[in-house]
């Protein structure tokens, strides 16, 4: 869950930096571009929101990078190559240099670390745990919303309003079934459901005429699917709850949604016809306020809604050949930009963020010493006589990218210092490591590991059973 989690915050960051900048270049580009066109960038972004298009991204551009750095130095090991060294500074100290000698009982064993990375962890639940009560919260209140409606509206029978849907959707050329009903608890036309799709109006008197041009605007919200948008920004704002721009998002598709529905309503009829149908929208929202008072409150927080709405009906205009190609020039620009900060935020951040999470050191389960046939060499009396050539296993579970294999000399009869004797890197996936060892001549000591994963190391020290004694002949 933990890379779903850190997909989640690469998505959200693009869509936050894509968002800023719809948002930075809106009242410039309101007065270039159409509604439409806000409207279909707007749902770019929720795709952004919704694919992690980064991680494809990021894979491209990292296997690019293999290819043109082949035959050359690679980073990441040179990286390691200085960790390594930084490592044996703190740690123990390189093959051939000693440090002050430790004796078995004053070793103690390393305590696991408690830093940033393990409170880190805990994001991905809380992360999780939001998704699930936004979703729970909303869609309760939307189900109760829609089976509100539903339960009070009545179905239209008259014939004339069904000859002027009928009419209206042959018209614009939709094919299929639409539920026409009425109900008197709602101030403005809407569609409701997914699959199974009601067009209710308010039951206010209309002409013929208001009804038509009431249909077509619904109809194109019908034959453009916004419901479907709209279901997909909400679980924008779901999964991305924690992000501020999601909202901002969703409130802006809300708004262009119906801007761009009125620019298609009008695109063809002259500014008489464009009159008509502002007034059609006014006269509809009034008729429902003289019947419920309470809508009064609604009405006035969308007035600066409806007054936007009609300044945009009359100032409709078709837009040039330059203009189509200069939108779709922006629109492409915007669709690369956001591919490239999702892929370049997915490089740079994403590791980095997976390991702050993921880095756990590995658990170490025996240290044994072998013959060169690969059997365990016996012990007695807890000690192990060893071969001139020995093999140092150590087993052991989770990831580990090395083992440093040490030895410290025991004994009064010494005052040798531990060293490191060998170090072996480990193959993603493997859960052994051996060292082949040249056992020096008179010698009393045991021998202990390091197994390393990333920057985090767990010692073998001060665990009993992990202690091999050995005495050399």
């Not at 365990?376 to 001139?388: A, I, K, Q, R, Y």
């Not at 060998?422 to 590991?449: C, H, Q």
Request: charged share 20%; with cysteine.
């Amino acid at each position: 869950m933990t890379s779903v989690f850190v997909a989640v915050l690469l998505m959200s960051a693009t869509g936050a930096l894509l968002v800023l900048c719809l948002s930075f270049l809106q009242p410039l580009t309101k007065k270039i571009f159409s509604a439409i066109w806000h409207y279909r960038m707007y749902m770019l972004v929720v795709l952004f929101l919704l694919i992690p298009i980064g991680v494809v991204g990021g894979s491209l551009f990292a296997n690019m990078q293999d290819t043109a750095n082949q035959g050359l130095p690679s980073v990441p090991d040179i990286i390691n190559d200085m960790i390594t060294v930084q490592q044996a500074d703190m740690l123990p100290q390189a093959a051939g240099k000693s440090l002050p000698q430790t004796y078995p009982d004053l070793i103690t064993p390393v305590a696991p670390v408690i830093t940033v990375k393990t409170v880190l962890s805990f994001l991905p639940f809380i992360w999780l745990v939001g998704v699930f009560a936004f979703i729970i919260w909303h869609g309760i209140q939307l189900v109760r919303f829609k089976k509100k409606i539903v339960r009070t509206s009545l179905q239209i029978e008259d014939k004339e309003k069904l000859s002027v849907l009928e009419n209206t959707m042959v018209k614009m050329r939709i094919k299929g079934k639409l539920h026409l009903f009425s109900n008197n608890i709602i101030k403005t036309p809407m569609l409701v459901g997914l699959f199974r799709t009601y067009l209710i109006l308010p039951e206010v008197e209309m002409s013929d005429r208001e009804l038509e041009v009431i249909l077509q605007h619904e109809l194109i919200h019908s034959k453009r699917h916004d419901l479907w948008v709209k279901s997909l920004a909400f679980f924008a704002k779901a999964i991305h709850w924690f992000n501020p721009a999601a909202y901002r998002l969703a409130r802006n598709i809300d708004t262009f949604c119906e801007l761009s529905c009125d620019e298609q309503v009008v695109s063809d009829m002259n500014m008489e016809e464009r009159q008509f149908y502002g007034e059609t929208i006014l006269n509809v929202l009034c008729r429902v306020v003289n019947q419920h008072s309470g809508m009064y409150a609604t009405l006035a927080e969308s007035k600066k809604g409806i007054e936007r709405r009609l300044t945009q009906i009359m100032n409709v205009r078709k837009n040039s050949k330059r203009i189509i190609l200069t939108s779709l020039v922006a629109a492409a620009i915007l669709c690369l930009s956001g591919f490239a900060v999702a892929s370049v935020i997915n490089i740079t951040e994403g590791n980095n963020v997976n390991d702050e999470i993921q880095t756990i050191p590995p658990t170490i389960k025996s240290l044994q010493i072998l013959d060169q046939n690969g059997n365990p060499l016996p012990e007695t009396g807890g000690w192990v006589s060893l071969n001139s050539e020995s093999i140092i296993e150590v087993a052991f579970e989770g990831d580990a990218s090395q083992v440093d294999f040490y030895i410290t000399p025991t004994g009064t009869e010494t005052y040798l210092e531990q060293e490191i004797i060998g170090a072996v890197d480990v193959i993603k996936g493997e859960n052994t490591a051996r060292f082949n060892w040249d056992v020096p001549d008179s010698f009393l000591g045991y021998i202990w590991v390091l197994v390393y994963n990333g920057d985090v190391a767990t010692t073998s020290q001060g665990v009993d059973r992990f202690f091999i004694k050995a005495i050399y002949e």
